[in-house]
């Protein structure tokens, strides 16, 4: 092969790689998630949630149990509700699990989760639309090592740790008659429930989900504010200028 043919192979490669990522972005529907940034009892909800069933594996380094006053929480509260590790409010969200040891029991080590709502948005969906599909979406898989799997992430590490409160969920086909044609689909069917109802579940996610988005970016609110300051303060300068322009040029002309 020439030099010539080996370039024009690599800028093919190069040029076709975008498409090739968006379509194996895989075909599951991802359902949107009903969550609201400004619900604090939600987010409060949601905190608890994270720190009851979550932070066992995953850390979240980049968030500090204080900054959860900015969802309306006093330093006492966080102390007796929040943390369980013996850390102190200023510390960061860290597990004290070796990253070593979960990689044999899982075959992957639970990542950090602080930003992981900013890093699963795609195409698809938002990361909080991902991580709402991604939780309600586990199965029972016989040939899995933890005995589950999942829609929206297939043959995932992490094992399904809010199965008593969902239930057990099954794969089942489904036939779907249209116009004109016949065809089957895949869905998932509640098959044991749990100790809530689908209902309270899909609450118990979104208030979880909407945690996880706040701490992709637990300074949206005051950046907001901050941001209104500054055109303000911009739009007063302007002023400002505007009048020492004519008041200097006033005797030009
Ligand atoms: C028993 C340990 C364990 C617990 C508890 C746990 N996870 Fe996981 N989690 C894992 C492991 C291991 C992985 C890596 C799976 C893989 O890569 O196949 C993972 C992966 C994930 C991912 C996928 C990250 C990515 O994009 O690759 C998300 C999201 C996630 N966990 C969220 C949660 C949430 C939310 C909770 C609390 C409800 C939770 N996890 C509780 C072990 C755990």
Known sequence: MTA???????FAVLLLAPALALAAGGDVKLDRAPINPD?????QRGARHFVNYC???????FM????LRDIGLTD??????????????????????????SKEWFGAAPPELSLIARSRSSHAGSGADWLYTYLRG???DAERPTGWNNTVYPNVGMPHVLWELQGEQVLSERKVQGAG??????VLKLEKPGNLTPVEYDQFVADL????VFMSEPARARRETIGMFVLVALGLLFVLAYALKKEYWKDVH
């Open 4 to 10: 010539m043919n080996t370039l024009k192979r690599i």
């Open 39 to 43: 619900d604090q009892a939600s987010l």
């Open 55 to 61: 932070l066992n594996c995953h850390s979240a380094n």
């Open 64 to 67: 500090r149990y204080n900054r």
């Open 76 to 101: 006492q509260q966080i102390l007796d509700n929040l943390v369980f590790t013996g850390a102190k409010v200023g510390d960061l969200m860290k597990i004290s699990m070796d990253p070593k040891e």
């Open 138 to 140: 586990y199965y029972r």
């Open 181 to 186: 044609f016949e065809k089957s689909e895949l």
């Open 209 to 212: 989900v909407n945690y996880l």
